[in-house]
């Protein structure tokens, strides 16, 4: 069985994250593709298919929307488990679902939101500004619930 973690990062968060899925999964049948860098993926060669991406500003990186856009018909052949990066718990459900299309999370054998991390670090100073105002932090906070991680690769194995 192979698997594919299809993503966008920006930060680093959500690399992070893909990292750990997989890891936990087995990293020698589970490759990782991040749309920052890859035009096209070959669908074909995996059963398991893990996408992910982290919102901004409450939306999902359009890297990722038009991913799943664009293979729709490729990725409702195939096992998909979803997940999200993101630090508004309040507004999780709704970021989710504005983040993928129905059709696909209607279909994906899991879909989690796994949290993130504000890595002032790695931001530009417009980005430091919107953090500050929007949720009063201003330091490094990392909120990445490992559980949920695990709970997402539980369940893609329970579908193998």
Known sequence: METAIIY???HGTT????????HELGAENTHLFNLKSIKTIDLSRFDILVIGG????GQMQGKVKRFCKNNMV???????????????????ENEFNNAF???LRKHAITSKCVGGEFLFEKMNFIEKLIVKKVSGISQNVSKIDETKVSQLVHEINSHL
């Open 15 to 22: 690399e992070k994250v893909a990292i750990q899925i997989q």
């Open 101 to 103: 299309p129905e059709l």
């Open 8 to 10: 966008a990062s920006s």
């Open 54 to 57: 982290s919102i901004h500003a």
């Open 74 to 92: 490729d990725l409702l052949q195939k096992r998909v488990g979803l997940f999200m990066v993101g630090m508004n718990e309040p507004e999780f």
